[in-house]
């Protein structure tokens, strides 16, 4: 609430489907201040997607849990700096070219957030992080690395 009265010209967006604690957070964008200046939305077709990342400050991705995250690349790959989990496959994913944060810590998201909003230095250091970061990641990689699974497996 302090940083969203502290930039009354940003928005938020949140993306996705009402998960674990839905009703809550539902609840609680209903009740802010800043109400006006969020958008909500189940999905997003793929087509908007470079021009939301390409107007973005950043990606907010303090998931608790996820399998992968390629949103977290995604944005990257895109030039969007990105905040995420400090654990799990988050923090494997975004290796050191995201903010890593506890997602359980709405200060210390609030002042990643706020960073990546105030910082200039910062967001480009983690634009230049992040794409070179989102390129080792390739489909030729994952194929190859899923064959030698797969390898092993009949092998052992």
């Given at each position: ?40 939305r189940t999905w997003l ?49 975004a290796g050191d070219a ?33 794409r070179d970061h989102a ?22």
């Open positions: 609430t302090a940083l969203a009265a502290r930039t009354p010209d940003v928005r938020l967006l949140v993306v996705g489907q009402a998960g674990h604690g839905g009703p809550e957070i539902e609840g609680e964008i209903a009740a802010s201040p800043a109400a006006a200046r969020i958008d909500r077709p793929t087509a908007e997607l470079p021009g939301l990342y390409a107007g973005a400050r950043g990606l907010v991705y303090p998931s608790w849990y996820e399998g992968f995250g390629f949103p977290v690349l995604e944005a990257m790959w895109h030039g969007c700096p990105v905040i995420t989990s400090d654990r799990g496959a988050m923090a494997e994913v995201a903010l890593p944060v506890d997602p359980a810590d709405t200060d210390a998201l609030s002042v990643a957030m706020e960073r990546l909003l105030e910082d200039d230095a910062c967001r480009a250091d983690l634009v230049r992080r992040g390129r080792t990641f390739t489909w030729a990689d994952c194929a190859a690395r899923t064959a030698a699974v797969y390898a092993a497996a009949r092998a052992g």
